[in-house]
């Protein structure tokens, strides 16, 4: 990659899991009565036809990893699993409530934290009284993401008779030295044994998460986790830059020091090397950060473009309305986002209120939903278009002329009301959806708000 781009474009930039991002949010205007209604729309328009999604946020972790930009709560009490059981469980029967109909649920994802903290009785519990008074779509796809060094067979049976056909493992590097600083100690016998045993009970994807520009990572560390990543040939990997935040996540991220992590140069050259390494073993790059092998959906979803990216990452179907349970979740109608309270106690309490916990959120204006359609058109397809009355907005040519310069650098390419990303553009997607982000470009941070983008 040309040093000279790697310069000009390395700057803070958004992921884009959503627009507008969490940071442009309207919270002012926001109240959970417009979140309720936006919410009840959604679900009305497409539950019967497509169903909905539901994310469960389970926060807690036995010991802190320095490299973790999520919400998490340390403990070692294992007491603390039930209680926070019964609290989902009871905001979900306010939103059936509010729903007014039986919910199908085509898609559910357990994340973290660390999913798999919890007991395989507790998971057992928490999905099955989830499912009571649900529909499962026919077409449905139950995910959670475990950690290699708790992960039994046993958490793996339980998730699999329920309907869990898929499951992620953070692997981030093989490089003892890396694993020290991030504090996540994890050989790769670990690894090979959940993964062996996923697919002996039959999980259809088993997925590795991989992480490059951590502190003291060199090209040659990303290039030995692969190599051995790929004796497992895992169906998915999430290939992805360490988001450096720590003004946001406070100490969780200052396990090291900056001058431990690999340059802007070293870090884009361990993607360069780590995505020539996965293509050659036969994965292809879906959307941004993302690989599988041609027989996962997730491969088959970008090839027909049904390819999906929301708070859950990326997916391999839509579904209109996504209902985020626990602390810290965020929900998503199309039309709105809402966000759980952070504080377990405040969400107990909110809870017990029998009031949803959300806190802050955001309901999208008409010209929101233009830029998320082209946002979301760039991070699941490379491409977008302005032919449809829709996909149009006043500030468009002001855009279309942010975007000549991207032009001139062989980053995308112009035909007639269209734009194509270049394969060379790739690496800059969140630069050139920066292009369309007009709440950015009306109000720029006087702070760091961002990771960096390269």
Same mark, same amino acid.
């Given at each position: 990659?040309?040093?000279?781009?790697?310069?000009?474009?390395?700057?803070?930039?958004?992921?884009?899991?959503?627009?507008?991002?969490?940071?442009?949010?309207?919270?002012?205007?926001?109240?959970?009565?417009?979140?309720?209604?936006?919410?009840?729309?959604?679900?009305?328009?497409?539950?019967?036809?497509?169903?909905?999604?539901?994310?469960?946020?389970?926060?807690?972790?036995?010991?802190?990893?320095?490299?973790?930009?999520?919400?998490?709560?340390?403990?070692?009490?294992?007491?603390?699993?039930?209680?926070?059981?019964?609290?989902?469980?009871?905001?979900?029967?306010?939103?059936?409530?509010?729903?007014?109909?039986?919910?199908?649920?085509?898609?559910?994802?357990?994340?973290?934290?660390?999913?798999?903290?919890?007991?395989?009785?507790?998971?057992?519990?928490?999905?099955?009284?989830?499912?009571?008074?649900?529909?499962?779509?026919?077409?449905?796809?139950?995910?959670?993401?475990?950690?290699?060094?708790?992960?039994?067979?046993?958490?793996?049976?339980?998730?699999?008779?329920?309907?869990?056909?898929?499951?992620?493992?953070?692997?981030?590097?093989?490089?003892?030295?890396?694993?020290?600083?991030?504090?996540?100690?994890?050989?790769?016998?670990?690894?090979?044994?959940?993964?062996?045993?996923?697919?002996?009970?039959?999980?259809?994807?088993?997925?590795?998460?991989?992480?490059?520009?951590?502190?003291?990572?060199?090209?040659?560390?990303?290039?030995?986790?692969?190599?051995?990543?790929?004796?497992?040939?895992?169906?998915?990997?999430?290939?992805?830059?360490?988001?450096?935040?720590?003004?946001?996540?406070?100490?969780?991220?200052?396990?090291?020091?900056?001058?431990?992590?690999?340059?802007?140069?070293?870090?884009?050259?361990?993607?360069?090397? *780590?995505?020539?390494? &996965?293509?050659?073993?036969?994965?292809?790059?879906?959307? #941004?950060? !993302? $690989?599988?092998?041609?027989?996962? %959906?997730?491969?088959?979803?970008?090839?027909?473009?049904?390819?999906?990216?929301?708070?859950?990452?990326?997916?391999?179907?839509?579904?209109?309305?996504?209902?985020?349970?626990?602390?810290?979740?965020?929900?998503?109608?199309?039309?709105?986002?809402?966000?759980?309270?952070?504080?377990?106690?405040?969400?107990?309490?909110?809870?017990?209120?029998?009031?949803?916990?959300?806190?802050?959120?955001?309901?999208? *204006?008409?010209?929101? &939903?233009?830029?998320?359609?082209?946002?979301?058109?760039? #991070?699941? !397809? $490379?491409?977008?278009?302005?032919? %449809?009355?829709?996909?149009?907005?006043?500030?468009?040519?002001?855009?279309?002329?942010?975007?000549?310069?991207?032009?001139?650098?062989?980053?995308?390419?112009?035909?007639?009301?269209?734009?194509?990303?270049?394969?060379?553009?790739?690496?800059?997607?969140?630069?050139?959806?920066?292009?369309?982000?007009?709440?950015?470009?009306?109000?720029?941070?006087?702070?760091?708000?961002?990771?960096?983008?390269?």
């Amino acid at each position: 990659m040309c040093q000279k781009l790697v310069n000009k474009y390395n700057v803070a930039g958004p992921r884009y899991t959503s627009y507008p991002t969490v940071p442009y949010w309207d919270t002012g205007s926001f109240s959970l009565h417009e979140w309720e209604k936006v919410l009840k729309q959604s679900f009305d328009e497409s539950n019967r036809k497509e169903g909905i999604s539901l994310y469960v946020h389970l926060p807690f972790c036995e010991s802190l990893c320095t490299f973790c930009g999520c919400h998490k709560r340390i403990t070692k009490r294992h007491e603390v699993e039930l209680p926070y059981i019964k609290a989902v469980l009871k905001e979900w029967s306010l939103y059936r409530t509010l729903l007014g109909a039986k919910p199908k649920i085509k898609e559910l994802h357990i994340g973290g934290g660390t999913p798999t903290f919890f007991s395989p009785e507790n998971l057992k519990f928490l999905i099955s009284e989830l499912f009571k008074a649900s529909e499962i779509a026919e077409d449905y796809e139950f995910s959670f993401e475990g950690h290699p060094n708790n992960t039994t067979a046993e958490h793996l049976q339980v998730l699999y008779d329920l309907g869990f056909r898929r499951v992620s493992f953070g692997v981030q590097d093989y490089n003892i030295e890396v694993q020290k600083a991030i504090n996540r100690v994890q050989p790769f016998e670990n690894v090979k044994r959940v993964t062996d045993l996923a697919r002996t009970i039959g999980y259809t994807s088993v997925g590795h998460d991989i992480i490059f520009g951590l502190p003291f990572q060199t090209e040659a560390d990303v290039i030995e986790t692969i190599k051995k990543t790929e004796a497992l040939m895992p169906d998915r990997i999430a290939f992805y830059s360490y988001a450096h935040v720590p003004w946001i996540k406070g100490n969780g991220q200052r396990g090291f020091k900056d001058a431990d992590l690999p340059s802007a140069a070293s870090k884009r050259k361990q993607y360069e090397t *780590g995505k020539y390494t &996965l293509e050659k073993a036969g994965y292809v790059e879906i959307g #941004m950060d !993302h $690989f599988a092998l041609q027989t996962d %959906a997730l491969y088959q979803a970008m090839q027909n473009e049904t390819l999906h990216r929301n708070f859950m990452g990326y997916t391999a179907s839509k579904t209109q309305a996504m209902i985020g349970l626990g602390v810290s979740s965020i929900s998503d109608s199309w039309y709105g986002f809402a966000q759980n309270v952070k504080s377990i106690s405040d969400y107990y309490r909110l809870i017990d209120e029998h009031i949803i916990p959300v806190y802050r959120g955001h309901i999208l *204006g008409d010209e929101d &939903l233009k830029i998320r359609r082209h946002i979301l058109n760039l #991070m699941c !397809h $490379f491409k977008t278009s302005w032919t %449809a009355p829709e996909m149009t907005f006043a500030e468009l040519p002001e855009v279309l002329i942010k975007l000549k310069e991207l032009e001139h650098d062989g980053l995308v390419v112009f035909g007639r009301k269209q734009m194509t990303v270049t394969e060379k553009g790739r690496p800059f997607i969140r630069n050139i959806c920066m292009a369309f982000d007009l709440l950015l470009q009306r109000k720029k941070p006087n702070t760091q708000l961002f990771s960096m983008t390269i």
